[in-house]
């Protein structure tokens, strides 16, 4: 049976030459460091095929994301996560030894193309088979860095940007192709990783935590965090959890939902703007919201966490009023939010997340969730 799907590979570049430069003991324990660092990201709906030595090989069935950006999403937190554990590598050690020197010469590439592929039962491992997938590991053989400059990158075919629906996004990154005996020329995009990793370093955390919070709700969903991610942030699912009338979004980036993007969220005769201000993929989401009720306007934040747990996720959240409204309203808006705000803030917190629950039970229950939750296991039922 033929499969469509995302085809996945994280790389290590500089680990032949580090190897053979540096001492084999302590080369071998950072490298199993970084490698495990990649394996740790590799979760549903992504499936790990098999590691390569100095590379991971996983895939996705079609249909996995309800939001085709939540698949580079996770490929810039394997980078994160990658460049990280380099990095906390090197300010942690104080050996003198080749193999700590010679850390920053390793860096991470990934290739990332979305075609069709068979899955082979081979005893107690699957194998990939198909064009699609030779050819994703030739991808891996390229001329970017002479090319481009660009030396931690995410070279995506353009039939995978397309599976994303991202060709807006895409046009910031630099166009590349590459030409293969047999396969031809494959064209695609380079996206600078390094880049990334800066951005995500230097970028405000803004988060409420329990201490903080006047309204806490938490649930438990049995898919893992990355699923519930795409969840609660696509415009249209989350208008049904949020019994919301419309999933209008303004402020994308270039087509992308990121910081700076909001929703307008239509509930009767009120209009919410939720803008969302601290992004972390597949760990929380922070959110100013505003409206206007009673001649006031009424601002708050909340943090929405994603924590794996053995029976899938716990989400949390946590929200309060904003403390430049306490601090700048008389008491009358303290017992205004005490007596009256407060309570309808609590039943819709809690109504909205209760019925998000039900609705991702109803998407498992009628099999539209089948290739989304799937776990780790090579061929689906």
């Not at 050996?95 to 990332?112: H, S, Y």
């Not at 192709?177 to 990334?196: I, Q, S, W």
């Amino acid at each position: 049976m033929a499969h469509k799907g995302y085809l996945i590979v994280a790389d290590i570049t500089g680990y032949t030459a580090y190897l053979s430069t540096s001492e084999l003991d302590h080369a071998q324990e950072i490298l199993e460091s970084l490698i495990n660092t990649i394996l740790k990201r590799i979760h549903p709906p992504m499936i790990l095929s098999r590691t390569e030595g100095d590379a991971v090989f996983a895939y996705t069935l079609d249909d996995s994301f309800l939001q085709g950006q939540t698949m580079l999403e996770a490929l810039e937190q394997i980078y994160c996560s990658f460049a990280t554990e380099l990095e906390q590598n090197r300010i942690n050690t104080t050996c003198d030894c080749q193999a700590c020197r010679n850390m920053p010469n390793l860096d991470l590439k990934l290739v990332i193309h979305f075609g069709e592929f068979g899955l082979q039962k081979l005893g107690n491992h699957t194998e990939l088979i198909g064009s699609d997938v030779n050819l994703t590991h030739r991808l891996l053989k390229n001329h970017v860095i002479e090319q481009t400059g660009i030396a931690a990158y995410a070279f995506i075919s353009e039939a995978a940007i397309r599976a994303m629906g991202l060709e807006e996004y895409a046009a910031q990154m630099v166009r590349h192709a590459e030409t293969y005996d047999h396969l031809g020329t494959v064209h695609g995009y380079v996206y600078d990783l390094k880049g990334v990793y800066e951005r995500d370093r230097q970028k405000r955390r803004l988060t409420i935590g329990p201490e903080q919070a006047d309204i806490t709700h938490s649930i438990t969903l049995p898919i893992p965090p990355a699923l519930v991610w795409d969840y609660i942030n696509e415009p249209e699912f989350r208008s049904r959890f949020r019994f919301s009338e419309s999933s209008q979004v303004s402020g994308r980036q270039k087509g992308r939902m990121a910081e700076g993007a909001t929703y307008h969220c239509v509930h009767g005769d009120l209009l919410f703007y939720e803008k969302i201000v601290d992004w972390q993929p597949f760990e929380y989401v922070t959110i100013e919201g505003s409206h206007r009720t009673s001649g006031m306007d009424v601002v708050y934040y909340f943090t929405i966490y994603l924590e794996p747990i053995e029976e899938g996720t716990r989400l949390t959240v946590h929200l309060t009023p904003t403390r430049a409204r306490r601090a700048a309203f008389a008491p009358l808006a303290a017992l205004l939010w005490r007596t009256r705000l407060r309570p309808n803030f609590q039943h819709s917190v809690s109504g909205s997340y209760d019925y998000l629950q039900k609705l991702i039970a109803e998407e498992q229950n009628s099999g539209r969730l089948k290739m989304r939750a799937i776990a780790a296991q090579a061929v689906p039922a």
